[in-house]
């Protein structure tokens, strides 16, 4: 069989790429040019990105793996896993988890958006979403070339839509609101997705970044997983709890996350990460073995967190934002009641940089998200510009 020019050059003309919309974050350019004009330089609070050392414990660990001549395992050494396991039931409350059902990823975001892909879902499935959310749900399921809906509860979809879903993305504590789920929210929406068949993810990256009432250092509980019996039911079936160190351990560089919960799941994500050639780097894999074992700096990191956080709140409420929620993580929700770019644009006047509240969803409108992820020299010098209008 012959293949024609003309079908060739039809071939040809098909852009190669997938069909996904402009990076979000290229929009704040003109603000951070703005901002970086302010006569003692910018505050930029617009990401998370962590900006202390990564502890020296994890990073003699980094270095005693690196000579790692073979190649890793994809489902993680042994004592990785059952790390994880460990860490769960002494920080979670989660015992009895089996090592075989834990996964090390390269990072948490790439297994955000590519979880709807593993798992196998395409055209006429939904993947759901919280309202105000993380871009990357939306873009894992575009990319898997599913439906995202936005919805804070399987009870705001139709029947019709309710049909359709096969992953429901929780994100508790939440990025950006801090929103914190306790174990009867969490577990109605189990029940809620187990009824219609489908997977329900937790990414729950800040359950350590508790403040208030989900403090324990200050007499609060922890933050609960969606794979706490009382949520679970005393089973894992169709759920999958996503973690990273990245900010309690200052690892972001590194890309040092993991997975666990349903074993079935987990073990075709195994497979299927190995076909891809998806692998933590051994080194990394011994530097969460150890960070996972070690709590003393994930105290030490939480409370530099909790004192920039009490030196920004009377702050932002001094410049006229309202801060709701963030009971939990690395962020303020601020509103000043405004356009969300109109409050971008008089902080960066003040030399601050936020995050638009519109990146993370229509419901975002009219809010910033600030981060608490400066050094404490820049979280200072962004308070007092708010406090002293300078």
């Known amino acids: 069989m012959t293949t024609s020019s003309a079908a060739i050059q039809q071939d040809a003309s098909r852009p190669f790429g ?15 040019k703005l ?30 793996a690196a000579n790692a001549p073979g190649y890793p395992t994809t489902h993680g050494t042994t004592a990785l896993r059952q790390a994880v396991v460990d860490w769960f039931e002494r920080r979670r409350g989660v015992a009895g988890l089996d090592p075989q059902a834990v996964l090390p990823t390269v990072g948490s975001k790439e297994l955000v958006a590519w979880l709807p892909l593993l798992l ?3 055209a ?17 399921a575009v990319i898997a070339g599913a439906t995202p809906v936005a919805a804070d509860s399987l009870d705001e979809l139709d029947e019709q839509t309710r049909s ?12 950006p609101t801090g929103i914190v789920r306790n174990t009867d929210q969490l577990r109605i929406l189990v029940d809620a997705a187990r009824a219609l068949g489908a997977v329900v993810a937790s990414d729950e990256c800040y359950a350590e970044l508790g403040w208030g009432p989900w403090d324990p250092d200050r007499g609060g509980q922890p933050v609960p997983s969606v794979l706490d019996p009382q949520v679970s039911g005393g089973t894992n079936e169709l759920l999958l709890a996503v973690y990273s160190l990245s900010k309690q351990s200052n690892l972001a560089g ?17 497979n299927s990460r190995k076909h891809a050639g998806m692998i933590v780097p051994y080194p990394v894999q011994e530097a969460m073995r150890v960070a996972l074992g070690e709590d003393s700096h994930v105290r030490a990191q939480k409370d530099r967190y909790r004192a920039r956080r009490e030196l920004l709140l009377p702050a932002l409420r001094a410049f006229g934002l309202e801060v709701q929620h963030s009971e939990a993580g690395l962020y303020l929700w601020c509103t000043a009641g405004e356009d969300t770019w109109a409050t971008v644009q008089r902080l960066a006047e003040r030399g601050i940089l936020a995050g638009p509240g519109v990146f993370y969803g229509d419901a975002g409108n009219g809010y910033v998200r600030v981060a608490l992820t ?17």
């Open 120 to 122: 196998g879902l395409g």
């Open 164 to 175: 359709r879903v096969r992953l429901v993305w929780v994100n508790s504590p939440a990025n």
């Open 124 to 140: 006429g499935d939904v993947v759901v979403r919280p309202t105000v959310a993380y871009p990357t749900y939306d873009m894992g």
């Open 35 to 64: 901002a970086s004009g302010h006569p003692d330089g910018v505050v930029n609070l617009s990401i998370g990105t962590p900006v202390d050392a990564t502890p020296e414990v994890l990073r003699q660990a980094l270095a005693g």
């Open 374 to 390: 400066g050094s404490d020299e820049r979280i200072a010098a962004a308070a007092h510009r708010l406090s002293a209008g300078v």
């Open 254 to 270: 590194y890309r040092a996350a993991f997975a666990a919960g349903d074993p079935d799941l987990i073990a075709n994500l195994v």
């Open 18 to 32: 997938l069909a996904l919309p402009d990076y979000p974050w290229d929009a704040m350019a003109p603000y951070l």
